[in-house]
């Protein structure tokens, strides 16, 4: 089945400065790379999502880059802000298969410091 | 539009007891799941039900029992607890089975004697 192994577990950073996430999966067949955001004792929520077929994707401050070859893809947080510290989660799939289900990482614990 | 809304938030249980979280969502979605959080863990999922009247094991099924009692409602059962049953549950939902993003609950925090 799919692994995913997400890092760092904690990040800190200074308010402006970018961080970043990385995440590697296992399955080949995942097809689908979701990021959940998750402020302390709130749910999680959905931030920004890749399909295979697309290698980068952008929304404001944050990008998703994919690279299909080495089975790892990665968030970017640019101009980060006090608001950005949560907990961040990636996640993989095989969007579209009959088995398999959505597998997240560890998370990583992203603080920004003002 | 309430979304995904999970009872009860907190409980504390001794173990051998037997509890059920409940789970409705308004969203008219076809496809429910319940996760477990641990820290350090991540989001497990125990099961879920790609469609009413189906369930399915996950990742860490087992301790649990799951129903589908209608569309809208996905409940989960602890028949006897155990301390490392300790965790935040949380429910979710997706228009169909792992379309896309998933709606979460605000979570229930379980703790085990």
């Known amino acids: 089945g799919e692994n995913v192994e997400q890092h760092p577990s904690t990040l800190s950073v200074q308010e402006g400065d970018s961080a970043v996430i990385k995440c590697t999966y296992s399955?080949?067949?995942?097809?689908?790379f979701p990021w959940y955001k998750q402020e302390l004792g709130k749910r999680p929520q959905l931030i920004i999502d890749?399909?295979?077929?697309?290698g980068e994707k952008k929304d404001q401050r944050i990008a998703v880059t994919l690279n299909k070859t080495a089975k790892h893809f990665s968030l970017h947080i640019t101009e980060t802000q006090p608001e950005d510290s949560a907990v961040y989660f990636c996640a993989a799939m095989n969007y579209g298969g009959s088995q398999g289900n959505l597998i997240f990482g560890k998370g990583t614990k992203l603080s920004v410091k003002p | 539009n309430a979304g995904v809304t999970q009872t009860p938030k907190f409980q504390v249980l001794k173990t051998g007891q037997s509890m059920t979280l409940q789970c409705a969502q308004d969203?008219?979605?076809?496809?429910m799941y319940w996760y477990r959080q641990d820290p350090g863990m991540g989001l497990r999922l125990i099961y879920y039900?790609?469609?009413?009247?189906?369930?399915d094991k996950g990742e860490v099924p087992n301790g649990y029992n799951v129903s589908r009692l209608n569309k809208r409602e996905f409940s989960l059962r602890l028949e006897s607890a155990a301390p490392s049953q300790t965790s935040v549950y949380f429910c979710?939902?997706?228009?169909?089975?792992?379309?896309?993003?998933?709606?979460f609950g605000e979570g229930s925090r379980l703790t085990v004697l």
């Open positions: 979710a939902s997706s228009e169909q089975r792992w379309s896309g993003e998933l709606f």
């Open positions: 969203m008219n979605h076809n496809s």
């Open positions: 039900s790609a469609s009413e009247g189906t369930t």
């Open positions: 890749i399909r295979s077929n697309v």
């Open positions: 399955d080949s067949a995942s097809n689908y």
